[in-house]
């Protein structure tokens, strides 16, 4: 080899070995090595990390400003802290402020600088760095700078000001004796929170107005609450004793805003773990639990192996089958729990015996509770309202059917179901109506309803397969009904007086800020005008001059903001019922809903025969503390196509399918369950399938039900008709199917 050959060889192995020596495969070593320093003195290992940082070198991991600063805080010399030492801070995704501006805040105004010499207490000190800023943002404006230097300005204002929240709380709590605490500071704090931290607060607040773009709901700070909090405590020092006021609180909430290549973020390394066995658990499809729930990391889970990948490709949870009821030998057609979990109620078909629901009580293991007679058909709908106090049952005839779960049982020796195998728990409807749609029907709608209904039907009077309640206080005690006689009205469950009819008194909405669906049905449509209690400023409304369809299923969103409607059609309306008057709104204003319009803002397009419709469970019934976010507008439909389709119902977007369950012929209603994690759906084969959410894979088919053998001995049936989820105990659910067979599941985590 050449004299140049060589030295071409030793340079480009130098190269090399710089190159080797900077990196560790794609990470930076530096920072990997700031990393294993930082971990080391958090988990203790002092001695480790500073030989570690000794054979690096001096890879700190944090820079010797800013210890000179955290050591203020540390020794509540806060008196040291102003402008000059806060602005060399090394700020995250922020440039630094620019020569001039640094200049004016740096230089304090003479009187003001004077003063402070004259009188050098804390107060006197922190008003100086107030005046300093005023003078700043004085000869400022939106025009003259760059949002980056608002941004940063304003990030070093949010750090002066939980300084300022700090010095102020040490004023009242009565374990601080820091050296500012002295007999003239102690009587300043009215002064310091009116002349001092309000100001600061309202300057940030200018910032934000300035350049509103950086306002989050995330922002560490927030001015509104920490007033209010300060004022709070002005008024009633007391409240400071059982505070935290550890200065290293103050530090960990500083140090967010802090580059993290000057600052190792507190538990970085843990926080890196964690992403990367929430990621492996994600690619295994046997994981039910939830990645995002911080419960998998609690010291009470199963043990995490570092060493391997945590894809155990076994099922996460295990589904018992805790107890079966068996009542009776008819079909089970409708199974529900109360919004207390406190009641199952269940309607089964058409019965020799006659027709009625049992009500079992939960608590007391499934022992009956009530039984609810006096039914002239079978129970196609059952539902509780959301005070679990009355059970509303819908029958194949045109009877909504109420009962009261406070009401005594009556046991009626002459009453002619005494075939009941527990008399004592009889109890008759509290009320029994007709839905009648005369108020609402002119004589144009009247003539066009009579010809669509039945010939046997009543031309006022509709039948009734489905029903929802409101949740809310403002409309405690309504709910909406759904026909197949192409009605749906809100109806009051206490005082059966129909309130407003949706036939006839819906419109299009355009012009939303969220997407909407059906806008191809009205090219030509005419804008309409509105009262204004439908004016909200959001809504262009125009004609609907649609036939009003048949309802089959019905929804209403915990927020009462959205009904759903499953019609015969292939597809489900979402109606806006925000702007539908309160109940206190009613009794004082004189609103002529018979001149009310509610919008329709989607119209999902499913395309295929629906069964029935299911929204989340509401998180606030769940025992259980929510971890994880709660799902949004979605609702799970069931199709007679052996396909379940999940939606978001605001958006009109397709989000889910599920495949393997059986349903072609039958009704067979799903729903969601184990926090809103899991799809479960029962099946013409008996079976109950069991799918995640949000993957859509099937993770589990439980044998539910089988074919029973009838007097002929010829199979009668096998279906598994209905699943249901105890909203409070997410651990439970229930399936019905025509063995006559109740089945209590329990679901256990493994």
């Not at 949002?147 to 709590?173: C, G, K, P, S, W």
């Amino acid at each position: 080899m050449s004299h140049t050959n060589k030295i071409a060889y030793v340079l480009n192995s130098d190269t090399e070995e710089t190159q080797t020596s900077a990196s560790v495969g794609c990470f930076d070593k530096k920072q990997l090595t700031k990393l294993l320093i930082h971990t080391l003195k958090e988990l203790g290992y002092d001695s480790a990390a500073d030989q570690l940082l000794l054979e690096t070198g001096g890879y700190q991991n944090e820079s010797n400003h800013i210890q000179a600063f955290f050591k203020l805080i540390k020794t509540g010399q806060f008196h040291l802290i102003d402008w000059r030492i806060v602005c060399s801070l090394p700020l995250a995704h922020s440039s630094p402020l620019g020569t001039e501006w640094l200049q004016k805040l740096l230089m304090p105004p003479a009187a003001a600088a004077a003063a402070a010499a004259a009188s050098p207490s804390l107060f006197d000190h922190m008003l100086l760095q107030l005046q300093c800023l005023q003078l700043l943002m004085g000869s400022v404006s939106s025009a003259t700078c760059s949002d980056a230097e608002l941004a940063t300005l304003r990030n070093y204002v949010e750090i002066m000001i939980l300084v300022n929240r700090q010095i102020f709380l040490e004023f009242f709590h009565p374990a601080a004796t820091a050296p500012h605490k002295t007999s003239a500071t102690r009587a300043l704090p009215v002064l310091y929170l009116r002349k001092i931290l309000k100001n600061f607060i309202e300057i940030w607040d200018s910032l934000l107005v300035s350049n509103d773009q950086f306002l989050n709901e995330e922002n560490i700070f927030n001015p509104e609450t920490t007033l209010r909090e300060l004022s709070t405590y002005l008024t009633n020092p007391k409240l400071t004793a059982h505070l935290d006021l550890e200065r290293d609180h103050l530090i960990d909430a500083i140090s967010k805003y802090i580059d993290p290549n000057e600052l190792v973020p507190k538990g970085r390394l843990l926080h890196l773990l964690k992403q990367a066995i929430k990621y492996q658990q994600s690619q295994d499809i046997f994981n039910v639990i939830d990645p995002d729930d911080d419960a998998s990391f609690s010291p009470s889970s199963r043990p995490i192996n570092l060493l391997q990948d945590n894809i155990s490709h076994d099922l996460t949870v295990t589904f018992q089958d805790w107890k079966t009821i068996q009542d009776t030998t008819d079909e089970i057609w409708f199974l529900t729990f109360s919004p207390n979990g406190k009641y199952l109620a269940c309607a089964t078909s058409e019965s020799s015996r006659g027709y009625f629901i049992t009500v079992y009580d939960v608590e007391q293991d499934f022992k009956i509770h009530k039984t609810c007679v006096s039914l002239s058909q079978s129970v196609l709908y059952l539902m509780f309202s959301p005070s679990s106090q009355y059970l509303i049952a819908c029958p194949f005839s045109d009877d909504v059917t109420i009962y009261d779960m406070n009401a005594p049982s009556r046991p009626d020796a002459a009453a002619t179901d005494s075939f009941l195998p527990y008399p004592s728990t009889r109890l008759s409807p509290m009320d029994s109506f007709k839905l009648d749609t005369s108020p609402y029907l002119d004589d144009t709608e009247s003539s066009a309803s009579s010809s669509s209904r039945p010939a046997n039907a009543n031309s006022s009077q509709s039948r009734v397969w489905c029903c929802d309640a409101f949740h809310t206080a403002q409309h405690a005690d309504w709910m909406v009904v759904g026909s197949p006689d192409r009605e749906a009205i809100v109806h009051s469950i206490t005082t059966k007086e129909p309130l407003f009819s949706l036939k006839g008194r819906t419109c299009i909405a355009l012009g939303h800020d969220e997407n909407i669906s059906g806008r191809k049905l009205i090219d030509s449509a005419r804008v309409l005008y509105t009262s204004d209690a439908n004016k909200n400023g959001k809504w262009q409304y125009v004609e609907d001059d649609e036939t009003f369809p048949r309802v089959h299923d019905v929804k209403i969103s915990y927020d009462d903001k959205y009904v759903l409607l499953m019609t015969h059609q292939g597809v489900i309306d979402v109606y806006d019922f925000s702007g539908f008057p309160s109940k206190e709104e009613l009794l004082k204003q004189k609103i002529d809903l018979k001149n009310f319009l509610i919008p329709r803002i989607a119209r999902l397009d499913v395309g295929k025969n629906m069964t029935c419709i299911s929204i989340p469970l509401n998180a606030t019934h769940q025992s259980h503390k929510q971890q994880i976010p709660e799902p949004q507008h979605l609702v799970l439909v069931s199709l007679q196509d052996n396909e379940l389709q999940m939606w978001d119902y605001k958006e009109n977007i397709l989000i889910q399918k599920y495949f393997g369950q059986k349903q072609q012929h039958f009704i067979i209603r799903s729903c969601f369950a184990y926090g809103n994690r899991l799809v479960m759906s029962g099946s013409e084969d008996g079976k109950i399938y069991i799918w995640d959410r949000i993957r859509g894979n099937l993770i589990s088919v439980l044998s539910g039900h089988s074919t029973i053998m009838g007097s002929s001995t010829k199979p009668v049936g096998k279906n598994c008709n209905v699943v249901a989820s105890n909203p409070v105990d997410k651990e439970m659910f229930v399936s019905g199917g025509d063995d006559g067979k109740i089945k209590i599941w329990k679901i256990s985590r493994n």
